[in-house]
């Protein structure tokens, strides 16, 4: 059976007739049973992704089938799906099925993608290593002993290792980037209110974007803008129009590129990666382009600020699982007291469990101020700084993470170790800017290395030309 890594090579075979929807889901199917021991998938919609194809195949025959067709889609555990379970990778979500689509999938169904199935996570998509999830561990492809970043492991695997064409995840501080990194394939969070988080299980309300992982540029592209634009089922959705990214690919201009400094000298930096952006920032000076040097003291803030808010907003946004409306209620409880304490002891995981405490903290009346107020203004200097910058310079570059996947286990039990896997990714998170993490090389034991460029708001067209520039550049 043919190999397909892009949906313009599933496009191509169609034409030709040299293949069918139901045989490119089969092949999905026979490699998502081969690598099974990934875990990436938490369930494989088998039987409504063939019944689709065939679907397809007719629509294909008639002449009528969307732009999708032909792609076959992964949905992190965190995506809504009617008739379809959801548990955020928690035990407390244990057996509850949506009644709705989330927009963003509804749209992606209408022009006849297929979904194949749903991904695994880290809990609530907290997490930076896919350790925190009631699903169990997900392998990273590259090298099995390794974690495939997170949170959104499984939907990284499933494009790394073929499972899917493409796949959605959800990125609130990092989890599309850092996961595209650990596995080398690209990985694209939208600006923030750009696409409609109708039917996303809430984590941190004014950081959630759903992303695409994708092989190729023009892929995701495509899939951001059939996805992106208002929704009326979500009102923080942008009203602005969406440009036709995917058409937009080409790169002529010279473009003023910025690194910070710091980012660059950061002690955590793995040498290799350190070396990787700097040749494609080299590249691009003997290119023509324009690249500077820039400070960014406000480096060392960024993680604080963003894991004061976060807890604070998931610590509000997951006290709705309370055992009485839906998913996992303790057998052992006997009143309704013990039903809440015991329910949400038992049914959430110890990362989880953290970060409601630490939220709960910091909005506590006496700790509000010092806290979350605070975090809330430097937040603002965060994200002046990074538009004032982008209002200067067009794009940018800085590795996506400090170091490569590392093993399992090198990081449990140091929370704050975890943390700092999101040293780089969450600038753009805080500051609600679009960032992209395409592949950059390989380390020395062949852990893929990847490369982030962030851009200004709504300027998702510029920042896939450019990286599709860069992706030409860099191989
Ligand atoms: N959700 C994310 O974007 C990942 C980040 N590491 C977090 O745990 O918050």
Redesign the pocket.
């Known amino acids: 059976m043919e190999k397909f890594i892009s949906f313009d090579e599933i496009k191509k075979s169609l034409e030709k007739k040299e293949t069918d929807c139901r045989a490119i889901v089969q092949y999905y199917l026979t490699n998502i049973q081969t690598k099974a021991h990934l875990n990436a998938f938490v369930e494989v919609y088998e039987q409504s992704a063939l019944t689709q194809a065939d679907l397809i195949n007719e629509k294909l025959a008639n002449g009528n089938a969307g732009k999708l067709a032909g792609m076959v889609i992964g949905i992190k555990d965190v995506l809504c799906y009617s008739g379809h379970e959801s548990n955020a990778s928690s035990k407390i979500l244990q057996g509850f099925e949506s009644q709705f689509t989330t927009t963003a999938i509804q749209r992606l169904l209408d022009e006849d993608a297929i979904v194949i199935g749903r991904l695994n996570c880290?809990e609530f998509?907290?997490?930076?290593s896919n350790e925190n999830s009631a699903h169990g561990n997900v392998l990273n492809a590259a090298d099995e002993s390794r974690v495939p970043g997170?949170?959104s492991g499984g939907s990284a695997v499933a494009v790394q290792a073929n499972l899917c064409t493409v796949s959605l995840g959800t990125?609130?501080?990092?989890?599309v980037r850092q996961p595209a990194a650990f596995t080398g394939v690209i990985g694209m969070k939208p600006t923030y209110s750009r696409v409609s988080r109708w039917g996303l299980i809430a984590?941190a309300s004014s950081f959630d974007c759903i992303g695409v992982f994708s092989h190729t540029v023009k892929d995701n592209a495509l899939v951001m803008q059939i996805m992106a634009g208002h929704d009326e089922y979500d009102s923080t959705s942008s009203r602005k129009s969406v440009l036709p990214y995917s058409q937009l690919l080409h790169f002529d201009k010279k473009a003023k590129v910025a690194y910070l400094k710091e980012t660059l000298d950061s002690p955590a930096l793995q040498p290799e990666i350190k070396a990787n952006t700097l040749a494609v920032l080299d590249k691009l000076k003997s290119e023509g382009h324009s690249v500077e040097e820039v400070s960014f003291p406000l480096l060392d803030f960024i993680l604080p600020t963003y894991y004061i808010l976060?807890t604070a907003e998931a610590s509000s946004n997951l006290s709705r699982f309370d055992g009485v409306k839906y998913g996992y209620r303790t057998p052992n409880a006997h009143n309704l007291e013990s039903m809440y304490k015991l329910t949400r002891s038992e049914g959430f995981g110890e990362e989880v469990k953290r970060r409601i405490m630490l939220g709960t903290f910091v909005l506590s009346a006496s700790y509000y101020d010092a806290y979350f107020t605070k975090a809330q203004k430097v937040r603002r200097l965060i994200k002046d700084y990074t538009e004032n910058l982008l209002n200067e310079f067009d794009y940018i570059i800085m590795p996506t993470t400090p170091s490569t996947a590392f093993k399992f286990g090198e990081h449990s039990g140091d929370p704050v170790a975890m943390y700092l896997?999101?040293l780089f990714t969450v600038q753009a998170s805080v500051s609600g800017v679009p960032a992209i993490s395409l592949p950059n090389g390989k380390d020395e034991s062949g852990m893929p290395i990847g490369l982030q460029v962030i851009c200004n708001s709504f300027k998702e067209a510029e920042l896939y030309a450019f990286s599709n520039y860069l992706t030409e550049l860099t191989s």
């Open positions: 880290d998509g907290m997490g930076s997170g949170s990125d609130t501080g990092g989890s984590y976060t896997e999101d």
